[in-house]
């Protein structure tokens, strides 16, 4: 099953390729500048640290209404926040 998987991964991935190669090709063709920008890597690190962030925040919010939902006065039923 996973020999599968990847013969459709590597499949896919080489009609992607042949298909940016024709667009490129095509922009050259048309004398279109054809632009390659890197990604930007120090952005993207942070983007993802800040949901990182924001997913535990969210599920810390989440406890506590959990926590409230929950109230029993002998403390029962409570999670730790």
Not at 59 to 78: H, L, S, T
């Amino acid at each position: 099953m996973e020999s599968l998987a990847i013969i459709l991964a590597v499949g896919a991935m080489n009609i992607l390729c042949f298909l940016v190669g024709v667009n490129v090709r095509q922009k050259v063709d048309k004398g279109v500048p054809v632009k390659v920008t890197p990604p930007n890597v120090v952005a993207a690190v942070r983007e993802i640290k800040q949901q990182v962030e924001a997913d535990a925040e969210k599920e810390q919010f989440d406890a506590i209404m959990r926590n409230v939902d929950n109230y029993d006065p002998y403390g029962g039923g409570q999670e730790e926040v």
